[in-house]
């Protein structure tokens, strides 16, 4: 049986003023700890955030279980948590001109800031983002301090989104990654929706439930939502998915059924496994397209005689600022929400022990100031 993910520091105690909690990376393959750290105060250009939510993410477990060979040579210590929201609190000389107390959502996607896919704000597709994650400046819960804290420090103001009114900011959390990654995926394949299609989200969990609701507040297509757990199908049911197929060796003969023989125009593989992307070739239609969003260790043949004719395929790494201020726009709306369950700093080992189960109901969030 694997250990309990985190541990409490020995010398950990209730917050000063002057100090703050914080879930740690401080050893490597080692568990995180809780510990007790200075709250930061922001310097020239920098802006202090009280954190509302901290949405914890997969890629936070494999800081614990990879090798350190495997991982990029962060110094340690650092804060995790890369999924963040909360209030603007303070702001050093040049930060943001937002005034206290704004609800903010905070872009994790840092890039260089020099490269030409950074010129055209899609930092996300950095080309230098191999050199910024391993040496620096790093990105918010992988490599520099995250957001599972009382406190985040934010070093560049245009990375911080203002959340509508009516949207709770703990909720938000998970739109930061999860809900950012899948509007990215499907606003830049709405050109394969056209009236009449099919998309089909194989695993419904907290990205696939997301991109069931984004794809009918963004397009007309028939929706299938695919996944192995039938309690997930019936959560896929109540987020707007048409239809529903349990994964197995008949599923891509019943979407064919469901699309009159045709197959789905875009399949988004939120899993990313072998037998998934097997699944979405095998469902695709003729000139149709398959996003692997899933970080999952599968691939498939694509070859001239392996894949329908004319069949596109690609990767997605979340997306850009303007896409994080048109979901949580939609979240605004109420067309958008993530379901979500939270939990304190203290039982934060509780969400991490539950998301490697695989039990979660939706994304956890953890929520260092208490109850709403």
């Known amino acids: 049986m694997r250990r309990q993910l985190f541990k409490i520091a020995d010398s950990v105690r209730l917050p000063s003023k002057s100090n703050m909690l914080a879930y740690q990376f401080t050893t490597w393959e080692e568990d995180f700890e809780l510990c007790e750290v200075p709250t930061p105060e922001p310097g020239p250009g920098e802006t202090l955030i009280r954190v509302a939510g901290a949405g914890v993410c997969h890629s936070d477990l494999y800081l614990c279980d990879w090798p350190r060979s495997m991982l990029p040579s962060y110094d340690l210590p650092f804060t995790v948590g890369h999924e963040i929201t909360g209030w603007v609190e303070e702001t050093g000389p040049g930060g943001s001109d937002l005034e206290a107390g704004t609800a903010v959502a905070v872009y994790g996607a840092w890039g260089c800031g020099a490269c030409g896919q950074c010129a055209i704000q899609s930092e996300n597709y950095c080309e230098n983002a191999a050199e910024v994650v391993a040496s620096g400046p790093g990105r918010p819960g992988l490599g520099r301090d995250g957001g599972i804290a009382e406190f985040f420090l934010a070093p560049m103001s245009h990375h911080l989104v203002p959340l509508p009114p009516d949207l709770d900011p703990v909720e938000a959390a998970p739109l930061t990654d999860a809900g950012l990654t899948t509007y990215h995926t499907i606003r830049q394949s709405l050109d394969h929706l056209d009236e009449g299609a099919t998309a089909v989200v194989i695993g419904v969990g907290g990205l696939g439930s997301l991109a069931i609701q984004i794809l009918?507040?963004?397009?007309?297509?028939?929706?299938?939502?695919?996944?192995?757990?039938?309690?997930?199908?019936?959560?896929?049911?109540?987020?707007?998915?048409?239809?529903?197929?349990?994964?197995?060796?008949?599923?891509?003969?019943?979407?064919?059924?469901?699309?009159?023989?045709?197959?789905?125009?875009?399949?988004?593989?939120?899993?990313?496994?072998?037998?998934?992307?097997?699944?979405?070739?095998?469902?695709?239609?003729?000139?149709?397209?398959?996003?692997?969003?899933?970080?999952?260790?599968?691939?498939?043949?694509?070859?001239?005689?392996?894949?329908?004719?004319?069949?596109?395929?690609?990767?997605?790494?979340?997306?850009?600022?303007?896409?994080?201020?048109?979901?949580?726009?939609?979240?605004?709306?109420?067309?958008?929400?993530?379901?979500?369950?939270?939990?304190?700093?203290?039982?934060?080992?509780?969400?991490?022990?539950?998301?490697?189960?695989?039990?979660?109901?939706?994304?956890?969030?953890?929520?260092?100031?208490?109850?709403?």
């Open 216 to 372: 009918r507040a963004l397009s007309g297509a028939q929706v299938i939502a695919v996944d192995i757990a039938p309690a997930r199908l019936e959560v896929a049911r109540r987020h707007g998915a048409h239809q529903t197929v349990l994964s197995g060796e008949d599923a891509p003969g019943v979407i064919r059924e469901m699309t009159a023989g045709r197959g789905a125009d875009l399949i988004l593989d939120i899993v990313g496994t072998d037998d998934t992307l097997s699944l979405a070739v095998s469902a695709a239609a003729i000139r149709g397209h398959i996003t692997v969003v899933g970080i999952g260790p599968g691939s498939f043949p694509m070859g001239y005689l392996q894949v329908p004719r004319g069949l596109s395929a690609s990767t997605v790494f979340w997306g850009t600022i303007s896409d994080l201020a048109e979901v949580v726009a939609l979240a605004g709306t109420g067309a958008v929400k993530s379901d979500t369950e939270t939990f304190s700093m203290q039982d934060a080992s509780l969400a991490y022990q539950k998301l490697r189960e695989g039990s979660l109901e939706g994304r956890a969030v953890i929520v260092p100031h208490g109850p709403r």
